[in-house]
């Protein structure tokens, strides 16, 4: 799959010494060298052998542990790892600086032939979400079920609160945001965060927030930081203008597996309009709408979201050997229920 957004650029800084992160009970944390890139795996033990691989793919200045609640609710049903897409979490950058929604697919791809676990339930939220369309899109084979939250889809007309993002982008922006990086307290962009992915933040434990600080100083400290974070936000912007086969919209009609869909109604970054939008281009899809949810669902209301994918596993017979592959009955729904809330820096 060749790259259609940002050209290849001189490798990042040099990686500082590792970092000891945190793990969650139960969940490993693991370093996978592949061709042009080392990715980041966590894994969460399955509840029995023989449970069908899944794959979880995070958002813009996010990381595996977002999924870290999910995973535990879906330990008995799937056999779960979440990656830590390059330049985050514990990835270092691409050897190649190349940030595009296509490198990130790119990178997934590679680790997904050389585990052999495809085809694998495949999870993705905002930029993963992108990257998730493209890979089933392009790789069928190794998809057999898509799950997308608030997926980071072509829109022309970006919510306000989006515009952050979009200037996130632009060339320059990360230097100065490199030079400046001490204006604001990590407790300061954590509240932001959370302000602008939760649908409701004060659902945050103080524990949980204390740790989202902790990890937010670890990586404000990596060299590579804010160009990740730009890179990665220019090559959301570039998606969204690339026409044609390599168009989002384009490849989300091409992609056979059958589809979950998760849009909150208190989503700032991407629009609760697209909804309807997405349930018509991905065929045959499931809709399931939380009014109450903000960008990250799958972290404000795992349960909700995991009793979501069981029926679609259920209906379509996936568990027990049916094809991916087959038409998917449409359906929507709508929840507003609760759920505990850990933080996230996923958009």
């Given at each position: 799959m060749s790259s259609t957004e940002l050209p290849s650029v001189p490798p990042a800084s040099v990686l500082p010494k590792a970092v000891?992160?945190?793990?969650?009970?139960?969940?490993?944390l693991r370093s996978v060298g592949l061709p042009g890139v080392t990715l980041s795996v966590r894994s969460r033990?399955?509840?029995?052998?023989?449970?069908?691989p899944a794959l979880f793919v995070h958002g813009l200045?996010?990381?595996?542990?977002?999924?870290?609640?999910?995973?535990?609710?879906?330990?008995?049903?799937v056999d779960g790892e979440a990656v830590d897409l390059p330049g985050f979490g514990d990835s270092p950058p691409p050897d190649d600086g190349n940030y595009s929604v296509t490198g990130h697919a790119r990178a997934v791809i590679r680790y997904l032939d050389a585990s052999g676990r495809g085809p694998v339930h495949l999870f993705g939220n905002s930029l993963g979400g992108a990257v998730s369309t493209r890979i089933a899109a392009v790789r069928p084979d190794l998809v057999r079920t898509l799950t997308l939250v608030s997926p980071a889809l072509p829109e022309l007309r970006v919510q306000r609160t989006a515009v952050p993002t979009v200037i996130l982008?632009?060339?320059?922006?990360?230097?100065?945001?490199?030079?400046?990086?001490?204006?604001?307290?990590?407790?300061?962009?954590?509240?932001?965060?959370?302000?602008?992915?939760y649908g409701d933040p004060g659902s945050v434990t103080p524990e949980a927030f204390e740790y989202a600080v902790?990890?937010?100083?670890?990586?404000?400290?990596?060299?590579?930081?804010?160009?990740?974070?730009?890179?990665?936000?220019?090559?959301?912007?570039?998606?969204?203008?690339?026409?044609?086969?390599?168009?989002?919209w384009r490849q989300a009609e091409r992609v056979l597996a059958p589809t979950l869909l998760i849009y909150g109604g208190r989503?700032?970054?991407?629009?609760?309009?697209?909804?309807?939008?997405?349930?018509r281009s991905f065929r045959g899809s499931r809709l399931l709408s939380m009014p109450?949810?903000?960008?990250?669902?799958?972290?404000?209301?795992?349960?909700?979201?995991?009793?979501?994918?069981?029926?679609?596993?259920?209906?379509?017979?996936?568990?027990?050997?049916?094809?991916?592959?087959?038409a998917v009955a449409g359906g929507s729904g709508a929840t507003s229920a609760s759920g505990s809330a850990a933080p996230g820096m996923g958009s």
């Open positions: 000891a992160v945190r793990v969650a009970d139960g969940e490993r033990p399955p509840a029995r052998e023989g449970l069908p200045g996010g990381s595996s542990q977002n999924w870290s609640q999910l995973m535990e609710q879906l330990e008995g049903v982008g632009l060339p320059g922006v990360a230097g100065l945001l490199t030079r400046t990086n001490g204006k604001w307290t990590a407790e300061q962009r954590v509240r932001g965060v959370l302000a602008l992915c902790e990890e937010l100083e670890r990586r404000l400290r990596l060299p590579y930081f804010w160009d990740a974070m730009a890179r990665s936000a220019r090559g959301i912007v570039n998606a969204y203008t690339l026409g044609g086969q390599h168009g989002l989503d700032q970054l991407v629009g609760y309009r697209m909804a309807q939008k997405a349930a109450d949810a903000g960008h990250v669902a799958m972290m404000e209301y795992p349960e909700a979201v995991a009793g979501a994918f069981r029926e679609l596993l259920a209906d379509h017979d996936v568990l027990s050997g049916g094809s991916a592959a087959g």
